[in-house]
C-alpha cells in the first residue's frame, strides 16, 4: 500500500484538528456546571440522603481491597467531596476497615458522620450469629450507628420464615437505636418477592437495570414488584446500575441511569467507583439527566 505526500499531509492535518476538537469537548465537558446531587428520602425510615451512593462490592469487593487502603480512601474522599453521602459496604466485602478511615479524612475535610448514609449488611443465617455482628461493624467503622442494616443476599423464597429468628435479631437493633432501619438484599426472583410478604420491612436493595444484566430476573417482571413495596413505603435502593461493570460503552452506561432515574421507584442508588474519573462521570451524566 502506498501514501501519496498530499494524502499524507491532509491525514496530518485532520488528525490534528480531530485532537484539538477532542481537547476542547473535554475541556468544555470539565469546565460544564454540574446541578447539585439530588436529595431523596428512603422510603417511609425518615433518612433522607443523595440520589448516588458509593459501593464497595464490586466482585464481592476484590476491586476495592486489590486498591489497597491509600487508593480506597482517595477515591472514597473524592466522592465526599463531590457530594456523595450514601455508601454502601457489607462485612464480606472486607471493607469496613477501609471505611473507618475514609470516615476519618471525611471528618478531617469537614463532612461528618452524621452526614452519611451508611448502609451495611450480613450474611448471618441463625440468631446467635445475628446478634454478634453489629457491635463488631461498629467497632470496625468506628461508629455510633449503622442507618440501615440488610440481610445479605437472599436467595431463597422462603427468607421470612426460615430465618425468621434473625429478622427478629434485626428488629431488636432497629428497637435499640443502633440500627436506624433493617431490610434485605435479594440475589434471585423469589427472594424479592418474599419481600412483600413482610410487613415491617424498611428497606429493600434490588439489582435493576434495563438491560437485565445480573438481575435477578427481566425489569418487566422486577419492576411491579419494587413499584408495590416503594407503594407501601419501602425504601427501594438500585445496584448492578452497570451491570458490575459490563457495561463498557458510556452510552449503555448513561442510558441505564435514565432508565433507573426514571422509573419513580428507586429512590438511591448505589454505584462501585474505583477511579475519581468514573465518579465525574456518573455525576455529569446524572446532572444531564436531570435537564
Known amino acids: ?20 476538537l ?19 428520602k428512603i422510603g417511609k425510615t425518615g433518612i433522607e440522603t443523595t440520589l448516588l ?23 472514597m474522599l473524592h466522592a465526599f467531596q463531590n457530594g456523595i453521602r450514601y455508601i454502601d459496604t457489607a462485612e464480606n466485602y472486607r471493607t469496613h476497615i477501609f471505611m473507618r478511615f ?3 479524612e471525611a471528618a478531617k475535610a469537614g463532612i461528618q458522620r452524621e452526614d452519611f448514609f451508611l448502609l451495611t449488611k450480613s450474611f448471618a443465617r441463625t440468631a446467635g450469629a445475628a446478634k454478634v455482628v453489629v457491635d463488631r461493624y461498629l467497632y470496625e467503622m468506628e461508629c455510633k450507628y449503622i442507618d440501615t442494616l440488610l440481610m445479605h443476599c437472599l436467595s431463597n423464597g422462603d427468607w421470612p420464615k426460615v430465618h425468621e429468628d434473625v429478622w427478629d ?6 428497637k435499640s437505636g443502633r440500627v436506624k ?25 434490588v439489582r435493576i437495570n434495563p438491560f437485565g444484566v445480573n438481575m435477578d ?7 411491579p414488584v419494587i413499584q408495590k413495596l416503594h407503594d407501601r413505603g419501602v425504601g427501594i435502593l438500585g445496584m448492578k446500575i452497570y451491570g458490575e461493570g459490563k457495561f463498557t460503552e458510556k452510552q449503555e452506561r448513561y442510558d441505564s441511569l435514565k432508565y433507573v432515574m426514571n ?4 429512590d438511591a442508588m448505589t454505584i462501585g467507583f474505583t477511579e475519581k474519573a468514573h465518579v465525574d462521570e456518573t455525576l455529569q451524566m446524572v446532572s444531564e439527566i436531570q435537564g
Do not use: W, Y
Open 1 to 20: 500500500m502506498s501514501f501519496s505526500r498530499r494524502g499524507f499531509l491532509s491525514g496530518v492535518s485532520a488528525a490534528a484538528l480531530s485532537a484539538s
Open 22 to 40: 477532542l481537547r476542547r469537548t473535554v475541556a468544555q465537558e470539565a469546565t460544564k456546571e454540574l446541578k447539585p446531587l439530588p436529595r431523596v
Open 53 to 75: 451512593g458509593v459501593g464497595t462490592g464490586t466482585r464481592g469487593g476484590s476491586d476495592f481491597l486489590n486498591m489497597g487502603q491509600s487508593k480506597f480512601v482517595e477515591v
Open 102 to 104: 475514609a470516615l476519618q
Open 169 to 174: 435479631t434485626f428488629r431488636e437493633f432497629r
Open 181 to 205: 432501619s433493617i431490610g434485605v438484599s435479594c440475589h434471585t426472583f423469589e427472594a424479592l418477592e418474599a419481600t412483600l410478604t413482610v410487613e415491617d420491612i424498611d428497606v429493600v436493595l
Open 217 to 223: 430476573a427481566t425489569p418487566d417482571k422486577v419492576v
Open 263 to 266: 422509573l419513580g421507584c428507586v
